[in-house]
């Protein structure tokens, strides 16, 4: 799948949900291009999961758009989707399968075509450091070798959008590195939504931040700009998103 420079690969603009009266998710604006890996942040509770599942087509927003690639999400959604790779929290694994045998699964689901499902499988085992383990059982691997299976069926179709919701949640320290080393080189040529409760993983990782609050946008910024104003992620995070913080964006 050749990469689309004509549009910006995902752009949000006015995304609203509401659930009866109550309002979960306000007016979020989100426009990402290739290269850019966005830490997308917040407490339980502030909508971020919520948000995450309308940038991927799994939950209707109430108003609002999503566009990936060019192509809007809710009036095309199948062509939309085909840009998009997901990682949800808890990893859609068949651990009864092989690697090889779940990874040949994932790929036809997303639409793969025959003559290509091979490279792809090869290319995307060598890229998380599966070569070895394609005939095992995925429920006898580790936790690290299921996370990484698990964004190998996210990106085996090569999406230009890549969504990680949690993606080193109970890993051991070296997991966490190899990890972030593969989310990196990812970002060279994705753009990725990135979702972490752990603020130094995603300061090692994202060079764009946003953090939500109460269903609210409250700080979308570059990580050089917090940095060359010597401002930590950690003291901000926790100044926004205080109970008693205004229902305003946060300068």
């Known amino acids: 799948m050749t990469l689309n420079n004509t549009y910006p690969i995902i752009e949000a603009v006015g995304l609203r949900r509401c659930f009866g009266h109550r309002v979960v998710v306000h007016d979020v604006n989100l426009k990402l291009n290739c290269g850019d890996i966005l830490g997308f942040l917040g407490p339980n509770g502030a909508g971020k999961s919520t948000t995450m599942r309308m940038l991927t087509g799994n939950l209707a927003p109430s108003s609002g758009s999503v566009r990936i690639c060019g192509v809007d999400l809710l009036e095309n959604p199948l062509e939309a989707k085909r840009h998009i790779g997901y990682l949800p929290e808890i990893p859609p694994l068949y651990k009864e399968l092989t690697v090889d045998e779940y990874l040949r699964f994932a790929a036809r689901l997303h639409g793969l ?22 005939k095992r059982l995925i429920g006898i691997l580790s936790k690290g070798y299921q996370q990484r299976i698990a964004i190998a069926q996210a990106i085996i179709h090569r999406p230009q959008l890549i969504i990680l919701d949690e993606p080193t949640a109970g890993l051991d320290p070296n997991q966490i590195q190899k990890i972030r080393a593969l989310i990196r080189e990812l970002g060279k040529n994705h753009a990725i939504i990135f979702s972490s409760h752990i603020l130094p993983e995603v300061e090692s990782v994202c060079n764009r931040i946003q953090i939500m609050h109460q269903g609210k946008l409250v700080l979308d910024d570059n990580l050089d700009n917090l940095k060359q104003r010597n401002m930590n992620l950690e003291s901000i995070f926790v100044r926004l998103t205080t109970e008693n913080v205004p229902d305003q964006e946060w300068t």
């Open 113 to 134: 075509a025959k003559i290509s499902l091979q490279t792809a499988l090869d290319e995307v085992k060598h890229q998380c450091d599966l070569d070895n383990v394609g």
